[in-house]
């Protein structure tokens, strides 16, 4: 990310990332009511609203534990878009009738869209990994969380009661299989975009 | 699966090569485009892993309070108040009560109504281990937050589609709905005979939030093989 001034509006991504519930009530009384508005207009309700609302934050939550989120413009034209855009993709994917987008005649500045880029670069990349991670056996999921959760292989592999060096080849061959799995997604992916 | 090259790729991300076979694998990978660029995606994935887990229980904390403040945010929009004459108020109320008369029986269904958590009987003769007795007993009196840490103990040793549904079942009653959610959500993915009951436990845990509209949409994709269709079909007619 270019090294563009921080905007004052990271408060609002540091209190989601520290589950602070005095600036999540806040973004839900400020910039929340706008983003109704407009999935109310454009085919949906109210509880199709708070769904897209719910995951944008949870978005918001995992990236900035990423660590990979710095906010360079104000909160309010970020969140909105990306739950506006959030909408019009969940819009597409359930009906086969035109969606028609009504691009606002605000102009959004550059590095908003650089990093909505980003955020929703990250979502897709988590997704991929999540439906991949679901995919794997119950002992290797076992296994991986074990391995990350606690960090010495060692005591993995007196807790699964087996040896050290089984855990190792083990967890490779778990972290390999997943990378063979999105690699194949990524490969697929940009055959169809050539 | 290229095995013996996912080895490599943790060995020399845990620095456990002698210097030449630093180099040589070093040199490989300058070679290797399609090496070198499965090498970068096996690194993401460490770190997705190490994301994933790290802030695991974080995660689930900030879900349920993020759940709570939606839901009290979307559900204060109370109506405006609009001054009424005091006539008014009788020729209101009456309509009302008219009103009422008509559409009692319209009201919407309630999760109580559809509440029947089946009797857990995954305790076979002979079993021992204490945790599956005191969970399936716990189960079966009601006492869910009793329950929950035994499934939990449970799951850790023996994962199995049964536990993870009664475990599922118990979280709702207790309204942990994130949690219940992601269990029931995982045994629809999956092809276990808990497939179906999953969905149904999905849709009334959306009825139990009053999402009712996503309670439908979960209710029709209910197979009609399902043993407790009826219910469905029921639910289904009051719902609309």
Same mark, same amino acid.
């Not at chain 2, 559409?103 to 009201?107: C, K």
């Not at chain 2, 994709?221 to 269709?229: A, K, R």
């Given at each position: 990310m270019s090294q563009t001034k921080i905007h004052p509006d990271q408060m609002y991504i540091e209190g989601l990332a520290a589950n602070d519930s005095a600036i999540i009530q806040t973004i839900y009384k400020k910039f929340v009511p706008k983003v109704v508005m407009f999935v109310m207009n454009n085919s949906g309700d109210k509880e199709h609203a708070q769904d897209i609302v719910q995951e944008v934050m949870i978005l918001l939550f995992n990236q900035s534990k990423a660590n990979t989120l710095q906010l360079t413009c104000p909160f309010d034209a970020y969140f909105f878009l990306l739950c506006k855009r959030k909408w019009l993709n969940e819009l597409k994917k359930t009906s086969n009738k035109g969606v028609t987008i009504n691009e606002d005649a605000v102009s959004i500045n550059e590095s908003a869209l650089e990093l909505i880029g980003h955020t929703e670069e990250f979502d897709e990349k988590q997704q991929l990994f999540d439906t991949m991670f679901q995919k794997l056996g119950d002992k290797c999921q076992e296994l991986l969380k074990l391995s990350f959760t606690i960090k010495s292989m060692e005591e993995v592999a007196e807790k699964l009661n087996v040896t050290y060096g089984y855990v190792r080849k083990k967890k490779s061959l778990c972290v390999g299989q997943l990378t063979q799995w999105i690699q194949e997604a990524k490969n697929f992916k940009s055959l169809k975009n050539n | 699966m290229n095995e013996e090259r996912y080895i490599l790729f943790d060995q020399y991300l845990q620095g456990e090569m002698t210097v030449e076979e630093k180099n040589s694998f070093e040199k490989q990978l300058s070679e290797d485009h399609e090496m070198a660029s499965e090498f970068e995606t096996f690194k993401d994935v460490q770190l997705q892993l190490k994301n994933k887990f790290e802030h695991d229980e974080e995660r689930e904390v900030f879900k349920a309070n993020l759940t709570s403040i939606s839901d009290k945010h979307f559900n204060v929009s109370k109506p405006k108040v609009v001054l009424m004459k005091p006539w008014y108020y009788a020729a209101a109320a009456s309509i009302i009560i008219l009103f009422g008369l008509f559409?009692?029986?319209?009201?919407n269904p309630t999760f109580d109504d559809y509440n029947n958590p089946e009797t857990a009987s995954f305790v076979e003769r002979g079993d021992s281990d204490t945790n599956l007795i005191q969970a399936q007993a716990a189960f079966n009196d009601g006492k869910y937050d009793v329950a929950i840490p035994l499934f939990e103990a449970i799951l850790k040793v023996n994962n199995t589609p049964e536990i993870q549904y009664f475990y599922g079942v118990s979280l709702l009653e207790e309204s942990k709905y994130p949690r219940a959610e992601i269990i029931f959500n995982e045994l629809i993915a999956?092809?276990?005979? #808990?497939k179906e009951k999953a969905k149904w436990s999905l849709a009334l845990s959306k009825l139990k939030q009053k999402k009712y509209k996503q309670c439908k949409e979960i209710l029709q994709?209910?197979?009609?093989? #399902?043993?407790?269709?009826d219910d469905v079909e029921q639910l289904l007619d009051e719902l609309d």
């Open positions: - | 559409f009692f029986d319209y009201n999956g092809t276990s005979v #808990y994709t209910i197979s009609q093989d #399902y043993e407790n269709y």
